[in-house]
């Protein structure tokens, strides 16, 4: 089955500059790459996600690559804000386009942004 | 208009007693999911049913059973708790068929506590 590594385990960075957090899957068939943002307490959002027949995805300050041959995708925050601070989490799936679809997540990432 | 409610939010209980937790999405999605989330927040599913169907059983120990009483409503019970089966319990749901989003959409999450 799929196994998806994530790292840092911990992050912590200065208001306004940026955030990188990567993730490896083990798995080459798989074609679907979101991830999520969990505030304390609160349920995991999707924030942003990439298709592997795309090499990056861009949403404001977000921005999402993918490098299918290392198997390996990031996730970049730039001009960090103290609202960014929560656990995220990388995932991988194969989906063949059907509705459901088994999620393997990474372990998730604490990223503390300070004032 | 809540999307995706789960019941109760809290649930603390005594080890060897069985329980259940409910949810239920208004989304008009086919696929509902049961995850798991230790206390290091590892997100991990458990089951996923399709329009009622069984589709995702991972290995969870017999003691916990999913019931689908229609594709709006999933719930778990879980019978005689262990202390290792305190967690959060998150339902979630997603949509349906090709062209549609892939993302999955998480309730609040139930916090069970076995004492």
């Known amino acids: 089955g799929e196994n998806v590594e994530q790292h840092p385990s911990t992050l912590s960075v200065q208001e306004g500059d940026s955030a990188v957090i990567k993730c490896t899957y083990s798995?080459?068939?798989?074609?679907?790459f979101p991830w999520y943002k969990q505030e304390l307490g609160k349920r995991p959002q999707l924030i942003i996600d990439i298709r592997s027949n795309v090499g990056e995805k861009k949403d404001q300050r977000i921005a999402v690559t993918l490098n299918k041959t290392a198997k390996h995708f990031s996730l970049h925050i730039t001009e960090t804000q103290p609202e960014d601070s929560a656990v995220y989490f990388c995932a991988a799936t194969m989906n063949s386009g059907g509705s459901n679809y088994k999620l393997t997540f990474g372990k998730g990432t604490l990223l503390t942004v300070n004032p | 208009d809540t999307a995706v409610s789960q019941t109760p939010k809290y649930l603390v209980t005594q080890m060897g007693n069985d329980k259940s937790i409910k949810c239920e999405q208004n989304?008009?999605?086919?696929?509902m999911y049961w995850y798991k989330q230790d206390s290091k927040k590892f997100l991990k599913i458990m089951f996923s049913?399709?329009?009622?169907?069984?589709?995702i059983n991972e290995t969870v120990p017999n003691r916990f059973s999913p019931k689908s009483p229609d594709k709006a409503h999933l719930n778990l019970h879980i019978n005689s708790l262990e202390l290792g089966d305190s967690a959060v319990y998150f339902c979630a749901s997603s949509p349906h068929g090709r062209g549609a989003s892939y993302e999955q959409y998480f309730g609040p999450g139930t916090r069970l506590t076995v004492t």
């Open positions: 049913y399709n329009n009622k169907e069984l589709i």
């Open positions: 798995d080459s068939a798989s074609n679907y």
């Open positions: 989304l008009g999605h086919d696929t």
